[in-house]
Nanobody, 117 residues
């Protein structure tokens, strides 16, 4: 049974930082592209950042230069470092795993990030 468990969300002031983690189990982690998505109230879920098995990365324009995605295959974990946060970054952040050799696709339960003074 595949599980993706996010952690690290919370309340932070504008300009602050957070690090999100997503621990995966029940899957061959190294064969998946891992991504972080977010969904703000009343908006569609959007891709924030993704990292392939070969560690190529992709970022939404709105977070380039502020967020960094990384992965540790030994720990089956993907991270998202969020810097210079602003209120527009407030959303539920979801971890996603997309198989690079098949159609498997999994989601975590989400973690809330709130940026407010």
């Amino acid at each position: 049974q595949v599980q993706l468990v996010e952690s690290g969300g919370g309340l932070v002031q504008p300009g602050g930082s957070l690090r999100l983690s997503c621990a995966a189990s029940g899957m061959l982690f190294s064969l998946y592209t891992m991504g972080w998505y977010r969904q703000a109230p009343g908006k569609q879920r959007e891709l924030v950042a993704a990292i392939t098995s070969g560690t190529s990365t992709n970022y939404a324009d709105s977070v380039k230069g502020r967020f960094t995605i990384s992965r540790d295959n030994a720990k089956n974990t993907v991270y998202l470092q969020l810097n210079s946060l602003n209120p527009e970054d407030t959303a539920v952040y979801y971890c996603n795993a997309a198989s690079e050799i098949g159609a498997a696709n999994y989601w975590g339960q989400g973690t809330q990030v709130t940026v407010s003074s």
